[in-house]
């Protein structure tokens, strides 16, 4: 199986499992903006908890340079003295402080850059939350109105309208505000044509009324599948992939061979249980993705064609991906 797709799969059902629970839009999108919410917490309480780490290394740090010292003092005073023993003594023990405290400063170094990372993240994660409330607002606005307009308009047609799902939360909820406000237009063009008035007339035949309604009920779906294709016609080409966890960029269709052929070096390292020629892969891919793609605006939110893993993902972690079966 193809490590792209199973990661999308992954995605792609985990939140359908979401939607097919809440099927008002507007629950949906508060779902999500919570969730992200609470990530955001998460990954604040991790930069909080690297902070305490880091302030408690250097805290040993301190303790062991003050005990070197005192060691070679004491190494010093004992010559003075005479007592070659005490002062070999001493030396050792402060040489073996010198090795503690240096482990210590590389450990605090390495601190230091994970601290830096999750700031990073922080500060990214916020700037999607902060977009994605203001589009979430946005959207539950035109939610509203297209669904008050709808009602009106099926008050006197007694039209309906199934909504139709679609894989990503933010896509499904636009889709049913869009279908909503082509539908209404569709209603307000077959009353002010006459269309419906002459569908209800006494005049006609019950034949003649059961084709009439036929072809009207077919006028209207090609309406609303020509103003889809038009809607469809104006979105970018090109293939959208996301960096697990990370930022979405825009590739050109000519670069999805070369992806396909990273997906393939992929599932065979990872079936071969190859980490550094998976590490390696990976690394490659990652690369080509942020030079060869246009990084999609953090307020710009899309469904994304196609997830890979991120630069921290391990073999084990992606067997377990793998390995998995279909989410519920």
Do not use: C, W
């Not at 016609?233 to 990273?262: C, K, Y």
């Amino acid at each position: 199986m193809s490590v792209f797709k199973r990661m999308s799969d992954v995605v792609q059902q985990k939140l359908n499992a979401v939607l097919d629970k809440t099927e008002d839009p507007n629950q949906a999108l508060d779902f999500a903006y919570q969730k992200q919410i609470e990530a955001l917490q998460q990954v604040r309480r991790n930069v909080a908890d690297v902070l305490t780490a880091e302030k408690r290394l250097e805290l040993q740090a301190a303790q062991l340079r003050q005990s070197a010292d005192k060691l070679n003092a004491q190494a010093q005073q004992a010559l003075q003295q005479g007592r070659e023993d005490l002062a070999r003594l001493a030396l050792t023990r402060a040489q073996t402080a010198q090795v503690q405290l240096g482990g210590l400063d590389q450990q605090i170094e390495q601190m230091k850059e994970q601290e830096q990372k999750l700031e990073l993240t922080a500060q990214k994660l916020q700037a999607k939350v902060e977009a994605f409330r203001t589009q979430k607002e946005t959207i539950k606005a035109q939610y509203s109105a297209a669904q008050a307009s709808t009602k009106i308009g099926e008050a006197v047609t007694g039209l309906s309208e199934q909504m139709a799902d679609v894989s990503m939360m933010v896509d499904r909820a636009q889709e049913k505000t869009t279908q909503m406000q082509a539908r209404a237009a569709a209603i307000d063009q077959l009353v002010d044509t006459g269309t419906l008035d002459q569908i209800g007339a006494g005049s006609a035949d019950d034949i003649q009324r059961q084709l009439d309604t036929a072809t009207t009920a077919s006028n209207v779906d090609a309406q609303l599948a020509l103003m889809k294709a038009q809607m469809a016609g104006q979105l970018p080409s090109g293939t959208v992939v996301r960096i697990q966890g990370e930022d979405q960029f825009r590739l050109a269709e000519s670069d999805r061979a070369q992806l396909d052929a990273f997906d393939k070096d992929l599932v065979a390292a990872i079936n071969g249980g190859d980490e550094a020629a998976f590490k390696g892969v990976l690394t490659h891919l990652l690369e080509f993705v942020r030079n060869r793609g246009q990084k999609l605006p953090p307020d710009q939110i899309v469904k994304s064609d196609i997830v890979v893993p991120s630069e921290d993902m391990s073999l084990e972690e992606a067997k377990a991906i793998m390995a998995t079966g279909p989410v519920s």
